[in-house]
């Protein structure tokens, strides 16, 4: 391995921890101080279509798997080692799909904090989108695994693509 391809890996992974333990520092300071500010089920005053409530999750996205903290500690955590793995071996992902991939990681390691240490899940970011339609309550984690997957699609899609494009063309014969 080159000694530019080292550096670039060892950037990668400061880069990659640095974005995690700051997501995870954000995510675990709002919980706490919703915690602190907010009986459960209580909310804030609306602010348009967002309102900001303590929500204890025990399930999963979308409240399911109410009360199964160990099964799903265990898929965290799986989750986890799945993440850190994606990240060693399919450099091809490059620069950003790291990013991506360090958002899921702090996202799921926020979360799993949360059951291993409480039981729940603090959700308190409630959004009515149009009419009554409203988005089950989230929060800082939840988003960054969102903004991590959906960033990662793309740029899977896009890396696919470019790969799709630079190969041989259909009829025609290499000489």
């Known amino acids: ?69 160990f099964l799903l500690s265990v898929v965290a955590i799986a989750g986890l080692i799945v993440v850190l793995m994606f990240f060693r071996y399919f450099s091809e992902l490059g620069f950003l799909g790291g990013i991506a991939l360090s958002l899921i990681f702090a996202g799921a390691l926020g979360n799993l904090i949360d059951r291993l240490r409480v039981g729940h899940i603090t959700d308190f970011i409630y959004v009515r989108l149009w009419g009554n339609f409203f988005w089950p309550a989230f929060n800082v984690a939840d988003s960054a695994i969102t903004v991590g997957a959906i960033s990662l699609a793309i740029i899977a899609l896009v890396t696919m693509r470019k790969k799709d494009e630079s190969g041989p063309k259909p009829g025609k014969k290499d000489v």
């Open 1 to 69: 391995m080159s000694a530019s391809r080292n550096r670039l890996t060892w950037w990668n992974g400061l880069v990659f921890l640095l974005i995690a333990s700051a997501v995870v520092v954000l995510d675990q300071l709002s919980k706490q101080w919703i915690n602190a500010n907010i009986p459960p089920g209580g909310s804030l005053p609306e602010i348009g279509q967002l309102t900001i409530v303590n929500i204890q999750n025990t399930g999963s996205a979308f409240g399911l798997f109410p009360n199964q903290a």
